[in-house]
Antibody
Framework: EVQLVESGGGVVRPGGSLRLSCAASGFSFDDYGVTWVRQAPGKGLEWVAGINWNGASTAYADSVKGRFTISRDNAENSLYLQMNSLRAEDTALYHC???????????WGQGTLVTVSS | DIQMTQSPSSLSASVGDRVTITCRASQGISHYLAWYQQKPGKVPKLLISAASTLQSGVPSRFIGSGSGTDFTLTISSLQPEDVATYYCQEYNSAPLTFGPGTKVDVK
């Protein structure tokens, strides 16, 4: 069974940093691109960043470019999102999804909540 | 960047009705369009990829069509369990974009 489990969310002050993790299981992780998608409370879905199967190619939404960094460790079957210079508008539930930079997402994790507030 | 629009933003229909949701891309995306269903408090579920390919296990009443810039998701006979918000997503080129969503209710 494919599983994606996010962790690392929490409450952080504006300007702060957080690192999200996503543990994958039930499939060959290094065969797939993976992505982060977020959903602010009561709002729609926003694609954040994607990475290809070996980490050689990444892409970002304009809203996070230069502040967020996506990476992966295929030996650990894990996806990461380093978030710096956080803003109130980054407050959201962050999901990892199976599917790369130009792909759809067939499996989603339950998400980890990030709250940016002073 | 590609912009996605959806219409209507919400609708209410009776059980058994045929429901159509439209998604439009700001530029041509061929058939690189997916549809998701998100029930309240749940994770989005992939319904359709490549504009018209139904995912395994998804009821056949969900029908996707279109190419280029104009796409539709049709629910041929609305069921109570179809109450959800539906999103389209283009995956033609990064940055990827979701539509704003269409909330579907049953009268």
């Amino acid at each position: 069974e494919v599983q994606l489990v996010e962790s690392g969310g929490g409450v952080v002050r504006p300007g702060g940093s957080l690192r999200l993790s996503c543990a994958a299981s039930g499939f060959s992780f290094d065969d797939y691109g993976v992505t982060w998608v977020r959903q602010a409370p009561g709002k729609g879905l926003e694609w954040v960043a994607g990475i290809n199967w070996n980490g050689a190619s990444t892409a970002y939404a304009d809203s996070v470019k230069g502040r967020f960094t996506i990476s992966r460790d295929n030996a650990e079957n894990s996806l990461y999102l380093q978030m710096n210079s956080l803003r109130a508008e980054d407050t959201a539930l962050y999901h990892c999804g199976r599917g790369g930079i130009t792909y759809y997402f067939d499996y989603w994790g339950q998400g980890t909540l990030v709250t940016v507030s002073s | 960047d590609i912009q996605m629009t959806q219409s209507p933003s919400s609708l209410s229909a009776s059980v058994g009705d045929r429901v159509t949701i439209t998604c439009r891309a700001s530029q041509g995306i061929s058939h690189y369009l997916a549809w998701y269903q998100q029930k309240p408090g749940k994770v989005p579920k992939l319904l359709i990829s490549a504009a018209s390919t139904l995912q395994s296990g998804v009821p056949s009443r969900f029908i996707g069509s279109g190419s280029g810039t104009d796409f539709t998701l049709t629910i041929s006979s609305l069921q109570p369990e179809d109450v959800a918000t539906y999103y389209c997503q283009e995956y033609n080129s990064a940055p990827l974009t979701f539509g704003p969503g269409t909330k579907v209710d049953v009268k």
